[in-house]
């Protein structure tokens, strides 16, 4: 396939490409010709030619390659379908048909021959190149009125004329010994064949009698299911359906068909064969692990979901691996096994189930050993700086389960460096049982800056003690909110108080003050000044000029607030926290802002605590408002970019402080520009006040 350039300066390149797929492994290119060898019909599809020489936009050609092929000829004899026949008798018409699996379809010459000479269309004989009554691509020759002298060797030629491609020929032999119906049998004792799970099985079914003898068909009697190959339906030439590493998902009944080509085209013959899929007994559980205190009953259940053969031949409990003496089981009712655990029987418990086709197994991990200890990795600020180089670092963990074994009296700790030991010591917790979900703590002091270590945790009771797991610890500069009396953010330091972008959104928030801004943003929206109005004075703040889109989102989060182990006031579950901050939404093209509150737990939970949307007005203002976190939380400042680049949001003097919040007094609502303050709009019997006092005032100076 050559592609030839006709013009353009400088001079192009050409490149092949293919659809669909790659160029085949043999492709070669030379300049703008495009060498295939030995084609094969995988080669086949569109081929495309780009000349590019980076002047103006790429010029393309498409070439559809064909790769013409023939395979799978097929004949049909069909009696007179106007009465009902399945046989040949003379007096009445007969169709040949031959079909060829080709491409193109529309390119294949059909020839048919009498006893080797070709047939041309006659009152007796009437040749169809396309018969409507055939699948697309079939040719018939139709006898009309068939007489003696129609009995013959009729043969049907198929080919490409000019091509290279080899013609087929398939011969059918037209006597009334040579075709009548088949009869379809299953051999004695094949109705029903059984076969273990992952062996090998045959299913037969034979054509008794008939001329010409078609090919079976096998498929699945229940409909949606597929062959093992995958395809709903499988052709055998002898009628024997081989299936080998069988499952139990094979397991049913199957269909055997005469298919209606390559013989008779009349009514299919069928029957069926069951397979029956033997495998051992299925279990629940497999594997357990069983946790529970020194000298309490335990029952260990094993229960027999299904089995094929459905009768057990055997069943025996064992404990690490010697086999416990008991009276043999009621093989109606879930298996069973009741002890007292005790110090020496802890171990590996299993329930053996035999049938005839195999043994299935329950495993038991009994133990009063306690549950691992679950370390809690979003403590916020969990590092400490201490004297001479050194940090502390706030451990937290949970206790897995801690019902489940004897009572955790204290935990083994270890730290290392480089798998040598730093610390092992115990932690005795003084009495105190852990609970389920409630945070435990230790502090690790004296550890290097700014080095990692290791550490490795296990639970301790009277009779045991716990696996040990582990974590690594780093080092990370502990965050200080400036005044740490108020817990106000006003993003003066780059570490902004412990905020982070989020992720998962499309873009971030941008710290900003009056020095660093662009001399060439949008004059109509955004913030001069940060909330005090100094132009030193950072804030945070959303850009909605390009690239952003409407829609587009931008998260900023707080740190996390570790709320598991605190309680609210009397009468109520949960300490309620106050959320203040000053907003900046000025301009025509405004989006969202709001303010989201996330919990932590085994999926993060956000819900909106408040939001505002649209023009604003030109100056900050301020927000608060109260939340009840049921757990670990963080505060989300949300930022929507709205219909065009007017739209800039800005945020300041955050602060999250323990307690409901303070109701504002009148002075509150005055609003900062510049660090002055400016009286707002006030009611008329406010003014009527004001005047009537600066009169008396007047009167008596």
């Known amino acids: ?18 659809y669909p797929g790659p160029l085949p492994l043999s492709a070669q290119v030379r300049g703008g010709t495009l060498i295939l060898r030995a084609v094969t019909p995988a080669d086949a599809g569109s081929y495309n030619c780009t000349a590019v020489n980076n002047v103006g936009n790429p010029a393309r050609r498409n070439v559809n390659l064909i790769v013409r092929t023939m395979s799978n000829l097929t004949f049909q004899i069909t009696p007179d379908s106007n009465k009902d026949s399945e046989t040949i008798q003379m007096g009445r018409d007969l169709k040949l048909s031959c079909h060829v699996d080709a491409t193109p379809q529309d390119k294949v010459n059909y020839t048919w ?41 009729y043969s049907c030629m198929v080919n490409f004329p000019g091509s290279r491609v080899p013609e087929l020929r398939v011969d059918v032999n037209i006597s009334q010994n040579n075709v009548y119906p088949p009869v379809l049998a299953v051999p004695p004792g094949g109705q029903v064949v059984s076969v273990r799970e992952g062996g090998s099985a045959e299913l037969v079914c034979l054509v008794a009698e008939g001329k010409p003898r078609p090919p079976i068909l096998w498929s699945r009697t229940e409909k949606d299911l597929l062959m093992q190959s995958g395809q709903p339906i499988v052709e055998t030439p002898d009628g024997r359906l081989r299936l080998d590493n069988v499952s139990r998902d094979m397991m049913g009944a199957y269909r055997c068909q005469t298919a209606q080509y390559n013989g008779l085209n009349i009514k299919r013959r069928e029957t069926q064969v069951q397979l029956n899929v033997q495998y051992p007994p299925i279990l629940d559980p497999v594997f357990q692990d069983v946790r529970s205190r020194n000298y309490q009953m335990v029952t260990l259940r094993c229960a027999v979901l299904r089995s094929n053969p459905t009768h057990l031949t055997n069943i025996r ?3 690490n691996g010697d086999p416990i003496r008991m009276p043999p089981p009621d093989l109606k009712e879930t298996l069973e096994l009741k002890f007292k655990l005790e110090p020496t029987n802890n171990g590996t418990y ?18 009063a050993q306690p549950y691992n200890g679950e370390f809690y990795f979003d403590t916020p600020n969990p590092v400490r700086i201490l004297k001479g180089n050194n940090y502390s670092y706030n451990l937290q963990w949970t206790q897995k389960d801690p019902e489940a074994t004897d009572r955790i009296i204290g935990y083994w700790i270890n730290v290392r460096k480089n798998k040598q030991n730093l610390l092992s010591k115990q932690i005795d917790l003084k009495g105190v049982e852990p609970v389920k979900g409630v945070l435990l703590s230790y502090t690790i002091s004296d550890l290097k ?26 080092y990370s500069e502990p965050y200080t909110y400036p005044r740490p009396s108020d ?74 607030f570790n709320v598991t182990t605190v309680r609210g006031p009397k009468g109520s579950g949960r300490v309620p926290y106050c959320v203040s901050f000053y907003y900046h939404m000025k301009g025509k093209h405004i989006g969202i802002l709001n ?33 009840n976190p049921s757990g670990p939380f963080q505060i989300v400042f949300e930022g929507i970019r709205g219909p065009s680049f007017e739209g800039d949001i800005a945020i300041d003097d955050v602060s999250i402080t323990k307690g409901k919040c303070k109701q504002e007094s009148s002075v509150a609502s005055t609003v900062l520009i510049g660090g002055s303050a400016m009286l707002r709009m006030l009611p008329l019997a406010s003014w009527l006040t004001f005047g009537l006092c600066c009169f008396l005032w007047l009167q008596y100076r």
């Open 317 to 319: 409990w064992y404990r």
């Open 350 to 367: 299993e329930c053996r189930v035999s049938n005839s086709a195999g043994t299935s197994t329950c495993t038991f991990n009994v133990s």
């Open 1 to 18: 396939m050559t592609c030839k350039v006709i013009a353009g300066f400088p001079i192009p390149t050409v490149t092949w490409a293919r």
């Open 487 to 560: 817990h106000v953010c006003g993003f003066e330091d780059e570490r902004i108080c412990g905020f982070s972008q989020d992720r998962s959104d499309v873009f971030d928030w941008t710290r900003q003050n009056h020095l660093t801004q662009n001399p060439k943003r949008s004059a109509n929206t955004g913030p001069e000044t940060d909330r005090s109005g100094t132009k030193e004075g950072y804030y945070m703040y959303i850009e909605a000029s390009r690239p952003r889109v409407q829609g587009d989102k931008a998260r900023l989060l707080s740190p996390l």
């Open 449 to 474: 800056i700014p080095q990692s270590y290791e550490v490795r945790l296990a639970p301790i009771t009277t009779y045991s003690t716990g696996d040990y797991v582990s974590r690594i610890i780093q």
């Open 595 to 627: 303010v989201l509150l996330r919990v932590r737990s085994i999926a993060s939970v956000d819900s909106v605590a408040w939001t505002r949307s649209g023009h604003q007005g030109p100056d900050w203002k301020k927000a608060f408002f109260d939340i």
């Open 113 to 153: 021959y009498k006893n080797g000479a070709p047939v041309f269309n006659s009152e007796s004989l009437i040749l169809l190149r396309s018969d409507p009554d055939m699948a697309p691509g079939t040719s018939s020759l139709e006898i009309v009125d068939m007489k003696f002298r129609d009995l013959a060797t």
